[in-house]
């Protein structure tokens, strides 16, 4: 059973991880939204025009992203309802998993994609359809952050799945989305273009994989 699911992403669960703990902090996400945003710009040479935040949350990466580039369309989607109801109007917040987006109705490109503090949560089943439909989406470049079995850090840790750096990137790699910085993948449309020194970067070698 995928514990995920049995949680409550509730006002409680967002105060007590993200304002009581401080877990993605405004300058913290600023800092993360602004370095891929001008990476992803970088790589294809043009303004990022489509963004698709998958495992939003309250939204927390839309202030940043449109604060540097005023025009781009922002649509994020995560599982809690309170969320939703609460920020779906006046953040483009919409109900749905990561699991869910080859169902919800999706037909353009993205030039960047996130998804944050979502993988460690859901079972590889979930985030290989997941990363399909991501591989076949994306223009330009997925930050997929997610912490490993050897990361040392403060967070929530019911339904943690404890998989190696390795095990991720053969889980990205088997859908064509290959690291090109922290946390950063591209897939096919931008691998193509880069040169030697721009990626892909060499995969990790801790092969630690306890689930």
Known sequence: ???????????AYFDRWYRRHGIGAPAEVGRAAR???ATAEHLLMRPVRRVLDIGCGEGAWRAPLLA???????????????AV???????????GGLGDLPTLGLRERFDLI???????????VEIDTALAWISGRL???AYLHAMT???DFSGDRVGFHRRSANRYVQLFAAH???RVGPHLYAGPAVLSTLTALEGPLEDPVDDTDVQ
């Open 1 to 11: 059973m995928d514990r995920r699911r049995t949680k409550k992403y509730d006002k």
């Open 35 to 37: 370095f891929t945003l």
């Open 68 to 82: 540097a580039r005023p025009g781009l369309r922002y649509v994020g989607f995560d599982p809690s309802t309170y």
């Open 85 to 95: 109801e609460r920020y779906g109007r006046t953040r483009s917040i919409h109900l």
């Open 114 to 124: 996130v998804c944050a503090d979502v993988l460690p949560y859901v079972d590889d």
């Open 139 to 141: 223009d330009g470049l």
């Open 149 to 151: 079995a050897t990361d």
């Open 176 to 178: 064509g989305l290959r």
